[in-house]
Nanobody
């Protein structure tokens, strides 16, 4: 079975930084595009950042210049470095791995991804 396990969520003050991690198991990791999504209460899940199997990266406009996604195929890990956090970044953050047959979808489209972690909470206070 495929498992994605996130960690690193916390409560921080505005302007602070956090680093989220996701460890994957049960899939041929290097073949898959991976992404971070987030969902705030009452809002739809939105794509934050994605990195495909060739290392191409896509960011949502709202996080460009502040967040950095990276992957380590040797360790089956995905990371999200988040800097200059604001209260608008408060959400549950999820890592996701794509369904290979859906990779024609845009990098930050939730429908591209089939495997999801349980989420890690990020809270930014002003």
């Amino acid at each position: 079975d495929v498992q994605l396990v996130e960690s690193g969520g916390d409560s921080v003050q505005a302007g602070g930084s956090l680093r989220l991690s996701c460890v994957a198991s049960g899939l041929t990791y290097y073949m898959y595009a991976l992404a971070w999504f987030r969902q705030a209460p009452g809002k739809e899940r939105e794509g934050v950042a994605a990195i495909d199997s060739d290392g191409r990266i896509t960011y949502a406009d709202s996080v460009k210049g502040r967040f950095n996604i990276s992957r380590d195929n040797a360790l089956n890990t995905l990371a999200l470095q988040m800097n200059s956090l604001s209260p608008e970044d408060t959400a549950m953050y999820y890592c996701a791995a794509e369904q290979l047959s859906r990779r024609f979808n845009p990098a930050l489209a939730p429908e591209r991804y089939i495997f999801w972690g349980q989420g890690t909470q990020v809270t930014v206070t002003s």
